[in-house]
């Protein structure tokens, strides 16, 4: 079955921090992508970063990356710096074809 | 702007009314996908189109729902004799098609069935 696991239901970390928010996956097709969106109070969805099932190099985008751990099937993603504009609801994705499976989320609050 | 548009944002109807929603997606994107998205939850896709062909409806999706995209431009989703269990935010997506496929979203109608 395709799947994907986010653990963290919330999270509170210090402004200026580091933080990574947990993803794992599950699937047996060779090809895939994953992506991670953010889900603020607004309720749009932005796209932050992505990562391909054959991407040799963990992929960045700014204060963003995301730790691929192929063998682990674990797609964490690092915020780095974290500002009080990255309180938001963060969601894992697996693509699958033309499918999006998406986790439940992580709910990140930066604290000042 | 050239983001994804929706309309309308909230949508507030009684229950067995039927209701219709519209996404404008980015111009040049060829693929148009639905969802859905109950609160604390990540979305659920719905269907997605190639240019104007519906290719794929989820098993989630209900005879009471059926979704256009006449000219292969923007996309209309409707929902016929409202339930409250419709009540969800519902977003339009974009994308290219290419292998990345990063999807672009819109800001999502908000309906509320009273």
């Known amino acids: 079955a395709q799947k994907i696991t986010q653990t963290q239901p919330g999270m509170f970390v210090q402004e200026k921090e580091a933080v990574t928010l947990d993803c794992t996956y599950d699937t047996s097709d060779p090809s895939y992508g994953l992506f991670w969106y953010k889900q603020p109070s607004s309720g749009e969805m932005i796209f932050l970063i992505y990562?391909?099932?054959?991407d040799q190099q963990n992929a960045t985008e700014g204060r963003y990356s995301l730790n691929f751990q192929k063998a682990r099937k674990s797609a964490n993603l690092v915020i780095s710096a974290s500002q009080l504009g990255d309180s938001a609801m963060y969601f894992c994705?697996?693509?699958?074809?033309?499918?999006?499976?998406w986790g439940a989320g992580t709910k990140l609050i930066i604290k000042p | 702007d050239t983001g994804v548009s929706q309309d309308p944002r909230h949508k507030i109807t009684k229950r067995g009314q039927n209701v219709t929603f519209r996404c404008d997606p980015i111009?040049?994107?060829?693929?148009l996908y639905w969802y859905r998205q109950t609160l604390g939850q990540g979305p659920e896709f719905l269907t997605y189109f190639q240019n104007e062909a519906q290719l794929e409806k989820s098993r989630l999706l209900s005879d009471r729902f059926s979704a256009e995209r006449p000219k292969g431009s923007f996309s209309t989703l409707e929902i016929q004799r409202t339930e409250q269990g419709d009540s969800a935010m519902y977003l339009c997506?974009?994308?290219?098609?290419?292998?990345?496929?990063?999807?672009?979203f819109g800001s999502g109608t908000q309906l509320s069935v009273l």
């Open positions: 111009s040049e994107h060829n693929r």
């Open positions: 997506a974009s994308s290219t098609g290419s292998r990345e496929e990063k999807l672009f």
């Open positions: 994705a697996m693509r699958v074809n033309y499918q999006l499976i």
């Open positions: 990562q391909g099932s054959y």
